[in-house]
């Protein structure tokens, strides 16, 4: 054996099969937002999209690809690391985390094996280390395969259209911006469309917001026939792999945002062509029904350009050479959307989706900015007010959510009729429940960590994946979790867990002691005895506990001793504790009233939006005024 290739295994051993190769594909990312599979090839019956069409003809249809979150950055941070967002704390929507310093996004291995590597131009990572300029050649309008310094070198090209994110649904001069080219026989007729989901009012209005869906997907289809014609033109349609993908699905109520299939089913389209169907062991499949996540792109793309993926990526490579066996499951997490929290983490296999609400007592709809806009919202709400929701759609109004959900997505594809307490289907719920946590204990979900603990802990451990995990990869993060669990599931279980959650308050981890703080909030007078104990609480070193023992203070009767503490929580150093200061004040409604001038004090040289948005609509409630803020 040369000493060359000595070095070489001991330096780079994921470099070895890079070496075997004969040649280096392009890759060309057509990443699109906020769609679900309204394509004609997904069998849709309206869509108009003949491009993707076509590239699904000559390519793989992939029926099961699902997306981690519902939202834009959670998930493009999954996809960027190859890691779970709930994993690595870019969980929140948005945030900004520390990495651990061995984590690389995935395009600085592609460039270390000599790609060409451009983004075009959303990035949206939830971490601001490494920098765009670590991770890409070029990042931003001007990113593009076609400026590598030469034609040899391989490229690896993102471009992704904003066209049809949903503010292309709410707003109707983005609407006719992004579609100002289609023809009339590019545009629909809403009241045609036999696919508005039933749990939207079906009126005018939900119906106009639902054609514009599909008219945005049209001008989308353009954009990417344009791009690849562009491949086509320059000689390189036969060097590259086409990947088109949705970050998350369409931009409506009860989808963007949620894990239903609504919010995390996505269209996904691969072209590989013929020469690198043979070198890559890939037969081209018209449709393929095994499981993906998007967690899984990261590893697929360095899988494909020869790249031995990094061991602590949390996805499986699904097309290239050596693969691993498919995947049973995918998972999902829901954390904090914008403004509001609500916990929620999902599994689903081909067939079943199950839920679990780790803040049952929250309502789906909780209000927020930029979601009431839409018109479909303001529809809903509107019949909200006046009485009119039919069953189905008073579903997603009520006041609570269930503790789980089993849905049987082959019957029930809307995923309207939960199946938890249906006998015959115990078993699979009780597999479903067990995959779940499963998953939470090995990728170390760090969700149940209030975000104003986070952005404490994450000084000390380095990182926020270093949080649960410490220096070690692989430690088990068992045991803590489980504590978690437990104990966020007694905050939601009412009176007979009083005793759990009191005893819960003299945890040595802050963490353990907000859950048993906010679980005697949620309980109220029904655990008054525990006032004295919980008005100590006041006092606690964690700002997250301090802002839970306030709000379960006022809960049990004393507001005037809670509103103190929130208030100087409102000033905190912590921007996290400030939104969850925030949220109990608005929470709160009139009994927060002599805490106005503090929240219009909140206000002012306040960096973070969501606090605004939170604090404003705290003082519309109690001054009865519509002030509107961005
Ligand atoms: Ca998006
Ligand atoms: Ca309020």
Not at 5 to 25: G, T, Y
Not at 43 to 72: K, M, S
Not at 414 to 435: G, T, W, Y
Request: proline share 7%; with cysteine; glycine share 6%.
């Amino acid at each position: 054996m040369s000493r060359l290739f000595i070095a070489l295994f001991a330096i780079a051993p994921c470099m070895l099969s890079l070496v075997a190769m004969a040649e280096q594909p392009n890759i060309l990312w057509i990443s699109c937002e906020d769609i679900s599979p309204h394509l004609g090839c997904y069998d849709d019956p309206h869509a108009i999209t003949p491009n993707l069409d076509q590239l699904a003809e000559e390519g793989t249809r992939y029926t099961n690809a699902f997306t981690t979150a519902g939202v834009c950055a959670p998930c493009r941070s999954a996809i960027i690391t190859g890691m779970y967002q709930n994993s690595i704390g870019t969980h929140h929507m948005r945030c900004n985390a520390t990495l651990p310093t061995w984590l690389k996004p995935f395009p600085m291995y592609l460039r270390e094996a000599g790609y060409y590597c451009t983004n075009n131009s959303k990035t949206d990572y939830q971490f601001s280390k490494p920098e765009k300029k670590e991770i890409w050649d070029a990042s931003g309008a001007k990113g593009h395969w076609k400026n590598r310094p030469q034609k040899s070198h391989p490229f690896f090209a993102v471009f992704n259209f904003t066209g049809c994110h949903e503010s292309g649904i709410a707003s109707e001069s983005k609407y006719k911006s992004v579609t100002k080219e289609l023809v009339p026989s590019q545009r629909q007729n809403p009241e045609d469309l036999t696919t508005l989901p039933p749990y939207y009012p079906d009126t005018t209005i939900s119906r106009e917001d639902w054609k514009r869906n599909y008219e945005l997907i049209t001008a989308m289809d353009g954009w990417a026939g344009d791009l690849i014609q562009q491949l086509k033109d320059a000689g390189e349609y036969d060097n590259t792999i086409i990947i088109f993908w949705s970050d998350h699905g369409v931009g409506l109520p009860r989808a963007k945002r949620w894990l239903y299939d609504s919010g995390t089913h996505i269209p996904l389209i691969i072209r590989v062509p013929e020469k690198f169907q043979k070198s890559l062991d890939t037969p081209s499949l018209a449709t393929d029904n095994q499981l993906i996540s998007a967690v899984d792109f990261a590893p697929t793309v360095l899988n494909i350009a020869g790249i031995d993926p990094p061991t602590y990526f949390q996805g499986r490579a699904f097309l290239g050479l050596r693969l691993s066996p498919p995947r049973e499951f995918v998972y999902g997490a829901r954390d904090r959307m914008d403004e509001r929290y609500d916990i929620i983490r999902t599994v689903r296999d081909t067939q079943f989706r199950y839920i679990r609400n780790f803040e049952p007592l929250k309502p789906y709809y909780q209000y927020m900015n930029t979601p009431e806009k839409g018109a479909t919202m303001r529809e809903i709400r509107k019949m909200e007010a006046s009485g009119q929701l039919d069953p189905v759609m008073a579903l997603f109004s009520a006041k609570e959510k269930p503790v789980e959900e089993l849905y049987d997505t082959h019957a029930d594809p809307s995923e309207i009729h939960n199946l938890v307490s249906d006998p015959a289907f115990s078993q699979r719920l009780v597999e479903m429940r067990h995959a779940l946590s499963e998953w939470q204990n090995k990728i170390g979900d760090i969700g149940l960590i209030p975000e104003a603990e986070i952005e404490i802990l994450e000084q000390d451990a380095g990182s926020r994946f270093e949080i649960l995990h410490g220096t070690s990869r692989d430690s088990s993060v068992e045991s803590r979790l489980a504590t978690l669990v437990e104990i966020a599931t007694s905050a939601s279980d009412g009176p007979t867990s009083i005793p759990k959650l009191f005893d819960a308050l003299e945890s040595k981890d802050a963490s353990v002691r907000y859950w048993a703080a906010t679980g005697i909030g949620n309980i109220g007078t029904p655990a008054k005895s525990t006032l004295t104990r919980v008005t100590q609480c006041l006092d606690d070193p964690s700002p997250s506990v301090r802002i839970a023992a306030a709000r379960a203070v006022a809960k049990l009767g004393s507001p005037e001793e809670a509103l103190p503490v929130l208030e100087a929580e409102l000033q905190s150093e912590y921007q996290w504790g400030r939104l969850a200061a925030a949220i109990v004040l608005d929470e709160m409604d009139d009994e927060a009233r002599p805490a106005l001038p503090s929240l219009k004090q909140a206000l002012l040289d306040q960096p973070n939006k969501y606090i605004i948005r939170v604090t404003n609509r705290a003082i519309n409630e109690l001054e009865n005024t519509t002030n509107q803020v961005p």
